[in-house]
């Protein structure tokens, strides 16, 4: 058994986008859909963060004990923390552009059951 | 150290997943909004755990706060719809 | 039942092919080649105490220019989507917020401003950034927009903070052409003392300037959603 710090990141990260992409397609609700996008989301940023972390190292902030010369010793990987730091902001994008999809939506039909929406269906 | 960060992890995982199964089953959407949030007030536990305190901050600024707000205001517009019906 | 047995099939596979990342992990002993690049000549290149603004601003800033965008994009289509039909059309008239709320929103909102300008200001020296700072002072917005649903910033502010912010943005990223080594170099201003405020070149200048156009977006977003009337009700 694997009992170290990035291992449960990693492992609860996988199982979020599980439950993540479980709920996208189970649920009717169009507002439960987006939930469930924004759990994946979460879950996925976890495991790219994760993927950087050296057990015991610390934050690559020089500060304190971190000097400029021991950096690249005691400090994570700081690309995949750069990567998830802009891929939150864009999601929040992407959620709020669903969201007002879906109260589009809701205008039109007056509903948000998915299976009320059935213009392009065939 | 190493040791009490694993302990926290453990309990932390098992808070973010089953808030995320309170999410995806909940039958009412205000309960499944609250549950996204706290994932990501948990998430930002996990990334400062992981080392990364300026990821921990974004997600805590953004994910817990401003889209758990847009959520309940959509959810206000999509109901008072409802209620006046 | 066809479905839900399809679904739960389809997340089965999807964790099974994702379940082989964590069992044939193996944690490295060191960073690998680009990290251990980043970490070791990122003082002496860029300057900031911070890697991680460091690679997003300046190794990265092509990438941050671009996100920036997609986010201007996005408030771009939902102020189109959600566009008002007449002019003359009044706003939501949602219940006002309590007492409590709007007296508590005026107290804050000041602090949470100068919080959010400081995190962005500070963003080369401590965690945080334009988009952290950013996104305070939507929030600082947004709880003044539930206090008092008619409250609205003006489009014409937001608008030119947004499209000042960014051209400046391209414009520094420009100057590092003709000044530096290229787009989005930091060294056209000197590197200064390490660990001060004024140090990092342009870095401090790009990141107020990201953070400003990443709150007056995220600003705008809010204020349009709360603003929609749902013509139905």
């Known amino acids: 058994m694997k009992l170290s710090v990035e291992h449960i990141a990693i492992l609860s990260g996988i199982l979020l986008m599980a439950i993540g992409l479980w709920g996208i397609l189970g649920r009717k609700n169009i507002l439960k859909m987006i939930i469930s996008f924004t759990v994946f989301d979460t879950g996925l940023n976890i495991l790219i963060v994760a993927l950087g972390y050296?057990?015991?190292?610390?934050?690559?902030?020089?500060?304190?004990?971190?000097?400029?010369?021991?950096?690249?010793?005691?400090?994570?990987?700081?690309?995949?923390?750069?990567?998830?730091?802009?891929?939150?902001?864009?999601?929040?994008?992407?959620?709020?552009?669903?969201?007002?999809?879906?109260?589009?939506?809701?205008?039109?039909?007056?509903?948000?059951?998915?299976?009320?929406?059935t213009d392009l269906k065939w | 150290m190493?040791?009490?960060?694993?302990?926290?992890?453990?309990?932390?995982?098992?808070?973010?997943?089953?808030?995320?199964?309170?999410?995806?089953?909940?039958?009412?959407?205000?309960?499944?909004?609250?549950?996204?949030?706290?994932?990501?007030?948990?998430?930002?536990?996990?990334?400062?755990?992981?080392?990364?305190?300026?990821?921990?901050?974004?997600?805590?600024?953004?994910?817990?706060?401003?889209?758990?707000?847009?959520?309940?205001?959509?959810?206000?517009?999509?109901?008072?719809?409802?209620?006046?019906? | 039942m066809l479905r839900n047995s399809?679904?739960?099939?389809?997340?089965?596979?999807?964790?099974?092919?994702?379940?082989?990342?964590?069992?044939?992990?193996?944690?490295?002993?060191?960073?690998?080649r680009t990290a251990?690049?980043?970490?070791?000549?990122?003082?002496?290149?860029?300057?900031?105490a911070n890697v991680v603004t460091a690679v997003v601003v300046t190794y990265r800033g092509l990438?941050?220019?671009?996100?920036?965008?997609?986010?201007?994009?996005?408030?771009?289509?939902?102020g189109f989507i959600l566009r008002r039909k007449k002019k003359g059309e009044p706003v939501v008239k949602a219940d006002k917020g309590s007492e409590i709320l709007s007296t508590a929103s005026r107290i804050l909102f000041p602090g949470s401003i100068i919080l959010g300008v400081y995190v962005f200001v500070n963003g080369h020296l401590t965690p945080g950034g334009g988009f952290q700072g950013g996104a305070v002072i939507g929030t600082a917005i947004l709880l003044i927009a539930l206090a008092n649903p008619e409250f609205a910033v003006s489009r014409k502010v937001l608008h030119w903070l947004e499209s000042l912010s960014g051209v400046t943005y391209v414009i520094i990223g420009l100057l590092g052409i003709f000044?530096?080594?290229?787009?989005?170099?930091?060294?056209?201003?000197?590197?200064?003392?390490?660990?001060?405020?004024?140090?990092?070149?342009?870095?401090?200048?790009?990141?107020?300037?990201?953070?400003?156009?990443?709150?007056?977006?995220?600003?705008?977003?809010?204020?349009?959603?709360?603003?929609?009337?749902?013509?139905?009700?």
């Open chain 2, 2 to 85: 190493i040791t009490f960060n694993i302990v926290l992890l453990i309990f932390l995982s098992v808070a973010t997943i089953s808030g995320a199964l309170v999410a995806v089953t909940a039958k009412k959407t205000a309960v499944a909004i609250l549950a996204s949030g706290a994932i990501s007030l948990f998430a930002s536990i996990f990334f400062l755990v992981l080392a990364s305190p300026d990821v921990a901050m974004t997600e805590a600024a953004i994910g817990a706060g401003l889209t758990t707000f847009l959520f309940f205001v959509i959810l206000r517009k999509t109901e008072s719809h409802h209620a006046e019906k």
């Open chain 1, 54 to 117: 050296l057990p015991g190292r610390t934050a690559p902030i020089v500060d304190g004990p971190v000097t400029v010369e021991n950096l690249s010793q005691v400090a994570v990987d700081p690309v995949p923390q750069a990567l998830v730091l802009t891929a939150i902001v864009i999601g929040f994008g992407v959620t709020a552009l669903m969201l007002v999809y879906a109260l589009k939506m809701h205008e039109k039909k007056k509903t948000l059951d998915i299976n009320e929406y």
């Open chain 3, 179 to 233: 000044l530096a080594a290229g787009f989005l170099d930091n060294r056209i201003l000197p590197l200064g003392d390490f660990g001060h405020l004024l140090s990092a070149g342009a870095i401090p200048i790009i990141y107020s300037m990201i953070g400003i156009k990443v709150g007056a977006e995220l600003s705008g977003i809010i204020t349009d959603i709360n603003q929609t009337k749902t013509n139905l009700s």
């Open chain 3, 36 to 48: 251990q690049y980043y970490n070791e000549n990122e003082v002496s290149q860029v300057g900031a």
């Open chain 3, 6 to 32: 399809l679904i739960l099939g389809l997340v089965a596979v999807f964790a099974l092919a994702l379940f082989t990342i964590f069992s044939e992990y193996k944690t490295p002993e060191t960073l690998n």
């Open chain 3, 63 to 78: 990438d941050t220019l671009g996100e920036v965008t997609v986010l201007f994009l996005t408030a771009s289509v939902i």
